[in-house]
């Protein structure tokens, strides 16, 4: 099993950018697939993007496409998601989320707490 704990959430203003971070513990990070979710009120949890364990590929939403992306560092057991030209739209809630079998599509086994993304108009 493995721990995870996002950070880097924020409010910023639309056009900004932010940087969430997941730190992992546990079991050895780089044998997971990983992914990041978001949740807004009312709505149910969706896909944002996600990474294979050796970071060679990478899949993104479409609402997402071109201006996230995600990366990770296997050695300090942390996977990133660099958000750029933020919209009003991606106000959420952020989960990042880990896949045990590095096998696409993933099945996420492993979930964080959440951080909390305000982007302002």
């Known amino acids: 099993q493995v721990q995870l704990v996002e950070s880097g959430g924020g409010l910023v203003q639309a056009g900004g950018s932010l940087r969430l971070s997941c730190a992992a513990s546990g079991r050895t990070f780089s044998t997971y697939g990983m992914g990041w979710f978001r949740q807004a009120p009312g709505k149910e949890r969706e896909f944002v993007a996600d990474?294979?364990?050796?970071?060679?590929?990478?899949y993104y939403a479409d609402s997402v496409k071109g201006r996230f992306t995600i990366y990770r560092d296997n050695a300090k057991s942390t996977v990133y998601l660099q958000m750029n030209s933020l919209k009003p739209e991606d106000t959420a809630a952020y989960y990042c989320a880990a896949a045990a079998v590095d096998s696409w599509p993933y099945s996420f086994g492993s979930w964080g707490q959440g951080t909390q993304v305000t982007v302002s108009s």
């Open positions: 990474i294979s364990r050796s970071g060679g590929r990478t």
